[in-house]
């Protein structure tokens, strides 16, 4: 059974730094495409960042533009795990963010089809 679990949302002040974390079970994340979204109060869901690779040795990384030099993608497939460093956070980062995974690459963008429970990040002074 495929399941994905977020951990680290949590309070921060504008500037500051959260690193948020997807661990997976029920399958191997090596060949998968794993998306953080996230959805804010009255919003859409938007992608945020995406990370993929064709052979389980190279990865590409996609970032939506408002995150784009400020939120890092990472993996660790020992782990299991997918990470996403958000730096320089701003108040329009609050949402919660959900990270999702997809058999194949990160595009064309899509509904992913598997999802994890969201977890709650809120940027404010």
């Known amino acids: 059974q495929v399941q994905l679990v977020e951990s680290g949302g949590g309070l921060v002040q504008p500037g500051g730094s959260l690193r948020l974390s997807c661990a997976a079970s029920g399958f191997t994340l090596d060949r998968y495409a794993i998306g953080w979204f996230r959805q804010a109060p009255g919003k859409v869901r938007e992608g945020v960042s995406c990370i993929s690779s064709s052979d389980g040795s190279t990865y590409y990384a996609h970032y939506a533009d408002s995150v784009k030099g400020r939120f890092i993608i990472s993996r660790d497939n020992a782990k299991n795990t997918v990470y996403l460093q958000m730096n320089s956070l701003k108040p329009e980062d609050t949402a919660v963010y959900y990270c999702?995974?997809?058999?194949?690459?990160?595009?064309?963008?899509?509904?992913?089809?598997?999802w994890g429970q969201g977890t709650q990040v809120t940027v404010s002074s």
């Open positions: 999702a995974a997809d058999q194949g690459s990160c595009l064309p963008p899509r509904d992913f089809g598997s």
